[in-house]
T-cell receptor, first 113, second 113 residues
Framework: EPEVTQTPSHQVTQMGQEVILRCVPISNHLYFYWYRQILGQKVEFLVS????????KSEIFDDQFSVERPDGSNFTLKIRSTKLEDSAMYFC???????????FGSGTQLSVL | KNQVEQSPQSLIILEGKNCTLQCNYTVSPFSNLRWYKQDTGRGPVSLTIMTFSENTKSNGRYTATLDADTKQSSLHITASQLSDSASYIC????????????FGTGTRLTIIP
């Protein structure tokens, strides 16, 4: 069964360092998303990506964040200068069409020290 | 403000018993309502998606109901199994895409033998 895969599963970094979280969406999906979940809190939308550009972003997704689809399969989230409050589980998701079922990856647990 | 409230926050039941989880929402306008299952440390997995015109939808032992007039939904689990232990998240979508999802905080369900 097709699935969204994310790497790494855990990432520990020092405050101020750059991190790149990687995702391989399901191959025939066209819409890609990043969500995050701080421990004990709700899942929150970060950014959506379609046709090689950001289609929408939340207020969380500030200038420290960027996304890229460097080739036909990978979808990355970069945090330029991590802060303590960036510690969270980051989920990549994809969908075949706008508004359709979302398929989530298993997440990357980011810990900023 | 769009909100999704779930109850109870946590629930413990014996294996084989049934249970019902509740979701109230204030999202307006409304497009669809989804129930997800999230195992600890994993991404959410879709159980059901219902539009405003659907009253009930089943997926195996999971049955979701929706009352769009009262803005309430429930998820009924029949003949619970140990593997049902997880968080169950109600997610409501406004018009448009998956950027407009409002997540509930979930109900933590524990099945004991």
């Amino acid at each position: 069964e097709p699935e969204v895969t994310q790497t790494p599963s855990h990432q520990v970094t020092q405050m101020g360092q750059e991190v790149i979280l990687r995702c391989v969406p399901i191959s025939n999906h066209l819409y890609f998303y990043w969500y995050r979940q701080i421990l004990g809190q709700k899942v929150e939308f970060l950014v959506s990506f379609y046709n090689n550009e950001i289609s929408e972003k939340s207020e969380i997704f500030d200038d420290q964040f960027s996304v890229e689809r460097p080739d036909g399969s990978n979808f990355t989230l970069k945090i330029r200068s991590t802060k303590l409050e960036d510690s969270a589980m980051y989920f990549c998701a994809s969908s075949e069409r706008q508004g359709r079922e979302l398929f989530f990856g298993s997440g990357t647990q980011l810990s900023v020290l | 403000k769009n909100q999704v409230e779930q109850s109870p926050q946590s629930l413990i039941i014996l294996e084989g018993k049934n249970c019902t989880l509740q979701c109230n929402y204030t999202v307006s306008p409304f497009s669809n309502l989804r129930w997800y299952k999230q195992d600890t440390g994993r991404g959410p997995v879709s159980l059901t998606i219902m539009t405003f015109s659907e009253n009930t939808k089943s997926n195996g032992r999971y049955t979701a109901t929706l009352d769009a007039d009262t803005k309430q939904s429930s998820l009924h689990i029949t003949a619970s199994q140990l593997s049902d232990s997880a968080s169950y998240i109600c997610v409501v979508s406004g018009p448009g895409g998956n950027e407009k999802l409002t997540f509930g905080t979930g109900t933590r369900l524990t099945i004991i033998p």
